[in-house]
């Protein structure tokens, strides 16, 4: 499918974890590096992870360094985020999509999955 599926959401405590997962036949593209993007309630979709095909080096913006991983299987065209001491600020909608995008312009958003860390 040209648009990702992203799964794996859920409601945690804080402090918790979860795995997402997403796929994508699009991961295949030679332009196309994978990213996760998250989106708070109320708040623009941000990009917070990116991971590159060829060596899997991974980029994290500073709000989840130390706390997600990045990882990706390149042939089942997915990627993963390991989430772990999940807060309140982790709530959200979290999506697949191309690395450096602009959100605004990008249209080939797939469903996205929800997290929802409550105390």
């Known amino acids: 499918q040209v648009q990702p599926v992203e799964s794996g959401g859920g409601w945690v405590q804080p402090g918790g974890s979860l795995t997402l997962s997403c796929t994508a036949s699009?991961?295949?593209?030679?332009?196309?590096?994978p990213a996760w993007f998250h989106q708070a309630p109320g708040k623009e979709r941000q990009q917070i992870s990116c991971?590159?095909?060829?060596?899997?080096?991974?980029y994290y913006v500073d709000s989840v360094k130390g706390r997600f991983t990045i990882s990706m299987d390149n042939a089942k065209d997915m990627i993963s985020l390991q989430m772990s001491s999940l807060n309140t600020e982790d709530t959200g909608v979290y999506y697949c999509?191309?690395?450096?995008?602009?959100?605004?312009?990008?249209?080939?958003w797939g469903p996205g999955t929800q997290v929802t860390v409550y105390s």
């Open positions: 999509g191309p690395c450096g995008v602009n959100v605004n312009l990008y249209h080939s």
């Open positions: 699009v991961f295949k593209r030679d332009y196309y590096t």
């Open positions: 991971i590159s095909k060829t060596d899997h080096s991974a």
